[in-house]
């Protein structure tokens, strides 16, 4: 069955967020550390970024590194962040050659200068590709994001609290760039979005599969998006055959 074919070019998800787990449970099924199930999870953001671009979503944002994994062993901490700095740097000519333009998110000057600076790098290598925006979640948390916009619009005080509209909080947000997301995929069976997006994510379709990411493919990609593509998007409003 061709998956690719039944999709509707029409009713395409502006913006699709991943939540990138069951790497370590990949792993250890096959006893083999954890580190490397995140090394063959570099084969399915490759193969789900290609998916996006060909299909024509303009933006893919996935998360890759939350505030609370820094509590994981130093051991495998150290290791994500040398696979971002290698990832970067290798992937940086596929993504100039698919016109894609990498982008991220979080509290960013938190991590490893060497992390930090390679990011800044593939951002600035990739800065004026225009077929879809790929953006990383690195170090980020919602809650935080929320915070730190709280604090911005304090700071400026530009507004009495009364005044303040929800585009003003838009704006204050680190995905200020970005439309809300239509679609949330989550791998490996957990069934929550673990403070990803808490405020974008208001009227976002969500949908999990058992798959873990390793072996989330362009196939299983496409199952999300036919997925999406049947539901009804009512925004709390009626459905149409009410």
Excluded at 12 to 27: E, S, T
Aim: proline content about 3%; some cysteine.
């Amino acid at each position: 069955m061709d998956l690719e074919a039944q999709i509707r070019r029409d009713k395409l998800p502006r913006h699709v967020a991943v939540i990138m787990d069951g790497n370590g449970r990949w792993a250890a099924e096959r006893g083999q550390p954890r580190v490397f199930g995140h090394r063959q999870g570099v084969r399915a953001v490759r193969a789900v970024t290609e998916a996006a671009a060909e299909l024509g979503i303009p933006y893919l944002t996935l998360y890759a590194f939350s505030t609370e994994n820094w509590k994981r062993p130093r051991t495998e901490v150290n290791a994500l962040m040398g696979l971002l700095v290698e990832t970067i740097r290798t992937e940086v000519r596929e993504l100039n050659k698919n016109d894609i333009r990498l982008h991220a998110i979080g509290d960013l000057d938190k991590l490893p200068e060497r992390s930090y600076k390679a990011l800044l790098q593939g951002m600035k290598d990739t800065a004026d590709n225009k077929r879809m925006t790929l953006t990383l979640a690195l170090n980020y948390s919602g809650r935080w994001d929320i915070l730190q916009a709280v604090k911005s619009i304090c700071r400026k005080a530009e507004k009495q609290a009364e005044a303040l509209t929800e585009e003003d909080f838009d704006r204050a947000l680190c995905t200020a760039a970005l439309p809300d997301p239509e679609l949330l995929i989550r791998t490996s069976g957990e069934m929550r979005i673990s403070n990803f997006l808490l405020w974008e994510l208001a009227y976002t379709e969500l949908y999990f599969t058992k798959v873990y990411w390793p072996d989330f493919s362009k196939e299983e990609f496409y199952r999300a998006i036919l997925d999406f593509q049947r539901r009804e998007r009512r925004f709390g409003g009626l459905s149409a055959s009410t």
